[in-house]
């Protein structure tokens, strides 16, 4: 068969990812990538860890960044992104513009995180109000709170589940159940957090039913990696990456959430 007329194949463009050593997920960051960008992912080394503060500052480490990034050179991404919340919010704003330039110092490429997407896109937004869900413990999700706090957002409200390990196994149904907990007031958007908490279906759903902007970890990590390497992701009916599924002002009053409903390990602040 003479294949000479498909030509081809079409210039590649690359994001790499640093990913930490359990992130589960790589397919769901695939679906908001366009045809013409490949992703190429890279992981931390495994540490005996389970999801806490400790475990962010080890998967952050600067020394780690920088062989992360090293091993994504011979391919020449055009962006490299960190994928993980937690360890971009550990060390506040602060130390997530300390690994960006660890990152590009090891890379020569411009670099972005989950955190640093995070307000970002809540600039590109406008809004100055956040409802946050988070698969983590009270201390972790503490710590959230405070890096939004620092760049001048108000946190409305806050539901977390109290995990740490296997956050890939939460099912749509139980983030459902979270994100309506936490918007009890008025917010101008919701983030849910953590790159390894499922949320590419649900975010559609989720912004028709609260009638506000959704955001979730690993949507806005590629919306900024994309961004940056002057492209943009996909996404149908999600308001960051289509502007016009961008939601008017009004919400619904949504009724009460029942103390038994979603996991039994729920909280809420």
């Not at 990913?19 to 960051?29: G, I, V």
């Not at 406008?126 to 409802?131: D, H, I, P, S, T």
């Amino acid at each position: 068969m003479d294949v000479a007329f498909l030509g081809g194949p079409r210039p590649q463009r690359g994001v790499g990812v640093v990913a930490p050593f359990d992130f589960a997920l790589d397919r769901e960051l695939w679906r908001w990538v366009p045809d013409e960008v490949s992703l190429h992912l890279t992981r931390t080394p495994y540490v005996p860890v389970e999801v806490s503060l400790d475990l962010a500052r080890l998967v952050s480490e600067h020394e780690t960044l920088g062989d992360a990034v090293r091993t994504l050179n011979a391919i020449s991404p055009e962006v490299v992104a960190y994928a993980c919340t937690s360890g971009s919010f550990v060390g506040g704003i602060a130390g997530e513009r300390a690994m960006c330039e660890a990152m590009t110092r090891a890379g020569a490429v411009p670099s972005v995180t989950t955190s640093g997407a995070l307000l970002e896109a809540l600039a590109d937004l406008g809004a100055r109000r956040v409802a946050l869900v988070t698969p983590y413990t009270v201390s972790v999700t503490r710590a959230l709170e405070e890096y939004v706090a620092e760049a001048g957002v108000t946190v409305t409200g806050c539901a977390y589940m109290g995990l740490t390990r296997h956050i890939w196994k939460v099912p749509y149904r139980e983030v459902a159940v979270m994100a309506r907990r936490a918007v009890r007031d008025a917010a101008d958007a919701l983030f849910i957090s953590c790159t390894n908490l499922p949320t590419y279906d649900v975010i559609p759903q989720l912004e028709a039913e609260l009638r506000l902007p959704v955001l979730s970890a690993n949507q806005v990590t590629m919306w900024a990696a994309l961004r940056g390497m002057g492209t943009r992701a996909v996404g149908p009916y999600q308001a960051l990456v289509d502007p016009a599924a961008r939601p008017g002002p009004q919400r619904p009053v949504l009724p009460p959430v029942l103390p038994d409903e979603g996991q039994q390990q729920e909280g809420w602040t």
